[in-house]
Each structure stands twice: as structure tokens, then as C-alpha cells.
């Protein structure tokens, strides 16, 4: 895999990396461990139902592989994911033999997962479909804005069902105003007292840790402006300086200026 190395996490599983980007793929802290704590515990309260479920960035699967060992009723599984030598390599990843024989049958023959290999910009406008979970797992926006901007975003809860489950890793704040904007309510995902991500969901009673006023308002501030890609064509640097310039010429109370405010 050119520029992608591999890196054993403290899990036990493997990691990945990419040189060109300066980016991992996985947690040091495990692969596995993550896709459990981020993207399949927060959605868990739904698994009394038969769920169609969409995985954005299926990168090596951990996150599909992990839903199939945790969920007792799935009726299907799409994955997006711009790699196909990720893809057609990921059942080789350490895996339950039986989960990776599965993951290499639909390769082969498409049963309940079917794979969507191309951009999740494009790829998401051909989906005509709403689902029960969404597992969104693209690189960090500093990294790779694309994939986070306020129209992608838009693009991806219009997938959700009403009583859906929208699941990232990502808490930053031009991400939870993109999803707040979206008419989604919010929740950390908190393990040790930590937050490692975001659920959100149209309907608030499947939301366990919802965020505070107190948060809800640093939504308000400059910093948490969205990212902006209205034809879903722009490049990361693009986003990124025409956010920067947005950010400089807004008239939005500071961060630091909102936080005086409330601890006053
Ligand atoms: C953080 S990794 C996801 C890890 C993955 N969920 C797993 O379990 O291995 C981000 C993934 O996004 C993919 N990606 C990057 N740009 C993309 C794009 N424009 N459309 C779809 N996938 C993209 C990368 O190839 C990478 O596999």
C-alpha cells in the first residue's frame, strides 16, 4: 500500500498510517477498541431492531467488522471509501476469521454489504436510502476538510433516519454546529471521563449524554464556524483559507470572549 504503514496498537490490532498525510487511520490506543468505543457503543440502544447501516470511510473495515460482531440484526451494510486497495485487502487485517470471511464473500458477491468505491462526495449523492446508524470516520478536518463541511454534512443527515444514529469520533466545533444546523440534536460519547466523540440524532431520546447550554453556546462563537464546500468541489485548502477568511471577518463573539461571559 503506497505511502500507508502499518503500526501495532495497544490493543493488539493493527494500525495504519499514511506518510503523505502525516495521518493515522486508527488510534495508538486500539483499532479495534475504538471502532467498539466510538461507533458500536453509542449506537448499541438501537439493536432491537433490523438496521440498514452506512459506513463512511470504511478505510479497513473496523468499524463494519465491528458492527457485525456487536449487532444481532443487521439488514445491510454500505461502506464508502476512496481506496479500493484498502478495500480489497481488509479481510487480511486481523480480524474474527469468521467476520473477515464474511467481509471477503460480499468482495466477491455482494450479499448485505455492498461498497461504494469513490469519493463520499459523489458517493453520497448517489445514495437514495436512509439508515439507521451512520458511522462517519473520514481524517481530521485540519487534514481533510472535504469531508466535513456544512454541505456534506447536510448531505449525510438527509440519510438518517428519524430515529437514526449519526456516530464520529469527531467533537470539534465547526463539526457539532454543522450537526446542530442540521436540526440534529447532540451527545458526547465520554469513556473514562473523557469525550472521544459525537452521537446525534433527530430524535433526543436516543441521545445519552446531551450537550450542555453551556456547550451549545460555544456554537455561537467564530470558532465554531462550519466548513464551506457548496458544490461539494472544493479542495482542502480551499475549505480551509476560505474558512480562515470567513473566521477573520466575522462580527461572532470570540470563543475566549463567550467563555468571560458565562464564567462571569
Ligand atoms: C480515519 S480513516 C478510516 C478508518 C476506517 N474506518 C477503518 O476502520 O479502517 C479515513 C479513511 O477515509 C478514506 N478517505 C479519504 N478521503 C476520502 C474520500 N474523499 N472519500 C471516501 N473515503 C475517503 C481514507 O482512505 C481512509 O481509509
Known sequence: MKNI??????????????????????SKFGAKKEAYEKFIAPALILNNRSLDILDICYGIG?????????????????????????????????????????????????????????????AIKKIDKKYDIIFHDGFAPHKQSILWSEEFIKLVASKLKDNGIYCTYNHSKPVLNALCKMGLFLGQTIVDNKIIGT??????????????SFELG???????IT???????????????????????????????YLKTVVK
Open 199 to 212: 452521537v446525534a440524532s433527530f430524535d433526543k431520546n436516543l441521545i445519552k449524554n446531551p450537550l450542555i
Open 62 to 122: 473496523y468499524n463494519t467488522k465491528c458492527a457485525i460482531e456487536n449487532f444481532s440484526n443487521i439488514n445491510s451494510i454500505d461502506c464508502i471509501e476512496i481506496d479500493n486497495e484498502l478495500v480489497s485487502k481488509s479481510y487480511e487485517f486481523d480480524y474474527d476469521e469468521k467476520i473477515n470471511q464474511i467481509i471477503k464473500d460480499n468482495l466477491q458477491k455482494s450479499d448485505f454489504i455492498h461498497f461504494y468505491i469513490e469519493d463520499a462526495r459523489s
Open 218 to 224: 460555544k456554537l455561537n462563537t467564530k470558532s465554531a
Open 227 to 257: 466548513y464551506k464546500d457548496k458544490d461539494l468541489n472544493l479542495s482542502h485548502e480551499e475549505i480551509i483559507k476560505n474558512r480562515d477568511n470567513e473566521v477573520n471577518n466575522s462580527k461572532l463573539q470570540t470563543l475566549s470572549g
Open 5 to 26: 504503514k502499518t503500526f501495532k496498537t495497544q490493543d493488539g490490532s493493527i494500525g495504519l498510517y499514511n506518510e503523505e498525510l502525516n495521518e493515522v487511520y486508527h
